[in-house]
């Protein structure tokens, strides 16, 4: 049976907001992380999610002056089309319910609690958002079950195990395990690890294929034969030039110092973003969710805005500046080489399998800078001993350098690498905790101390270190990491490697609120405002320019030399075939 392009969209959708909402932290070891796509979801982000969603509802209600009933429809009209069925589904089975609860003035923590949905561990607290009712969160629950004590059809719902146990979706549910475990392209018809679609991993990611049914042919490449006849590395200059007969790759690229960029980051250096107008009512429409598909089939991050390889112009605010474009700038020839091989959750351990999706072949490719960028996830975790989960300096040595080493082996030759610091997240804290969030806006009545201490209660804070009010705890955290800022350091300075030559920069959090003050912004501007976590949108534009200023005045030869022949490139092949 063939099944079409749209219909594995739709089930990867459903199937990666399973995924997503039942995500945890990823392990220190080498190996892959074990993946389920089971309906059977990690309870904390169920709770979160559950948590947002009604508020979202009340809100409405709330705004609008509708019944909670008219608020579920209303919330379902704004998702795109190709997701609507799943949001009736839900709002059909869910929204008598909550509307039941809420009219009866429960607020979202005992609504998700009344429907399972949050729950609570023997001898572990009652976790919310909100402060409690006047009768107690205890008690308001118990009234709410109460009332939800014959949702049959609930029950059913809840009890349903798994999408992937149909046999028409086996296959189709294992290649998406394949794509989220190895980072790799769903749509990739020759194999070579580059695609012709945006998302599951495709061009958003790396730079988009020229031509997926030829596997010799793709971004990064040296030309064959100075691609007279045809463009194999995908940078949109080939053919003669019939004044002289000389190819025009070998004419503009010959001896130009192509080289690409790679990520090997963590979320922040894929760029994990939730937009704000999901959860802001007072801004709420249509629009607000037109790019929900997109975020979805991209692990809600946005590598195409990044600071090292984003290429095109943002649409979440700010504006887009990254490594990759100023290296296109300064020689055209390097159009759309670019790799982000980035992990939500991604550390120091968990590169050692996600570095294997790297595409670099190292006798016929251009050498690479490579950015390795893990700035907090080897010190955050939600684990209530968080201290003793974080990575020692000790395993963090090995596990760099082991990389390094898998580089090594696979980088031509005349590559660089930069190793970047990892952030001090006391910024977080300081900034943002006394500020409403976005879903407290409307009511002033949720701050970012309030869901950090709700995302802890739960077990699933990002960063159970840094997103605390415990000062003791914040300066520890920040104190491991600047003791695995040094290790990088060290091995930049000791470490030699026989195909590229290695660097370290610190990451650059204060430099950047330095240059965002002289424009007139506030530091909690830089931090993502619905995860209160995150670099923004201005904090990655802001972080290109530091970096590149700081490679031009120490490191000019990582850089290459700048392309005499950009603005004839430009006047015969324009934009090269775009991104």
């Not at 909670?68 to 839900?90: D, H, M, N, T």
């Not at 958002?129 to 308001?140: D, E, F, N």
């Not at 995150?534 to 590149?548: D, E, N, V």
Request: proline content about 6%; charged content about 20%; overall charge neutral.
């Amino acid at each position: 049976m063939r099944v079409s392009r749209q219909t594995l969209l739709n089930l990867f959708w459903l199937l990666l907001l399973l995924k997503a909402a039942s995500s945890s932290p990823l392990p220190r070891g080498n190996d892959p992380p074990p993946l389920s796509l089971p309906f059977g979801l990690n309870k904390g982000h169920t709770c979160v999610g559950c948590v947002l969603v009604v508020s979202v509802i009340e809100q409405l209600a709330q705004w609008h002056n509708s019944t909670v009933k008219a608020a579920v429809e209303r919330l379902c009209s704004y998702i795109p089309e190709k997701l609507q069925g799943f949001c009736l589904l839900l709002a059909e089975l869910y929204g008598p319910h909550i509307a039941e609860l809420i009219d009866k003035e429960m607020n979202a923590d005992v609504v998700c609690h009344s429907l399972k949905l949050c729950k609570q561990d023997p001898g572990q607290p009652l976790c919310h958002l909100y402060p409690p009712p006047k009768m107690g969160l205890s008690t308001a629950i118990r009234k709410a079950k109460r009332i939800m004590k014959n949702s049959k059809d609930l029950k059913s719902f809840i009890g349903f195990s798994n999408v992937c146990a149909f046999p028409l979706l086996a296959n189709l549910c294992e290649k998406i395990k394949y794509v989220i475990r190895n980072k790799l392209p769903f749509e990739d018809f020759d194999g070579d690890k580059f695609s012709t679609f945006p998302t599951l991993r495709g061009y958003h990611w790396r730079g988009r294929d020229c031509n997926d049914k030829n596997t010799t042919v793709y971004p990064g490449r040296r030309p064959d034969d100075w691609d007279a006849k045809s463009d194999s590395n995908c940078n949109g200059i080939w053919g003669v030039d019939p004044k002289d007969g000389i190819p025009y790759e070998e004419k503009f690229c010959k001896g130009a110092d192509s080289q690409g960029v790679v990520l090997l980051g963590d979320s922040a250096g894929a760029h994990f973003h939730i937009p704000p107008d999901w959860m802001t009512v007072t801004q709420m429409s249509t629009k607000s969710f037109a790019n929900l598909p997109m975020a979805f089939t991209d692990e809600f991050d946005w590598p195409q805005f990044s600071e090292i390889t984003g290429f095109l112009n943002s649409t979440i605010g700010g504006w887009t500046d990254s490594l990759y474009l100023r290296l296109r700038r300064r020689n055209r020839c390097n159009h759309r080489d670019l790799q982000n091989i980035s992990q939500n959750g991604g550390s120091s351990g968990s590169f050692l399998h996600l570095i294997k999706s790297l595409a670099r072949n190292q006798l016929l490719d251009n050498p690479a800078i490579v950015i390795y960028a893990t700035i907090g996830n080897d010190v955050c975790n939600g684990n209530r001993d968080t201290l003793a989960h974080m990575t020692t300096p000790k395993e963090m040595f090995s596990n760099v350098v082991q990389a390094l080493r898998y580089l090594d082996s696979r980088l031509p030759n005349g590559s660089h690498v930069i190793l970047t610091g990892l952030v001090d997240g006391r910024f977080l804290w300081d900034n943002l905790h006394d500020r409403y969030h976005p879903l407290g806006q409307l009511n002033r009545d949720v701050t970012y101390s309030q869901v950090y201490s709700f995302l802890d209660c739960l077990q699933v804070s990002p960063c159970r270190g840094w997103l605390t009010p415990n000062e003791t705890l914040r300066n520890l955290t920040s104190e491991r990491a600047l003791q695995l800022s040094n290790v990088l350091q060290e091995i930049a300075r000791s470490e030699k490697f026989a195909n590229f030559d290695i660097f370290y920069m610190d990451f650059p959090l204060r430099q950047t609120a330095e240059e965002w003050h002289k424009m007139g912004g506030e530091p909690w501007q830089l931090i993502e405002p619905v995860d209160g976590f995150h670099p923004s949108q201005i904090a990655a534009a802001l972080g290109t320019g530091i970096t590149w200023q700081k490679a031009l005045r120490e490191w000019p030869r990582v850089l290459g030399k700048e392309n005499p022949f950009n603005d004839q490139i430009e006047a015969i092949f324009k934009d090269q075939g775009g991104h």
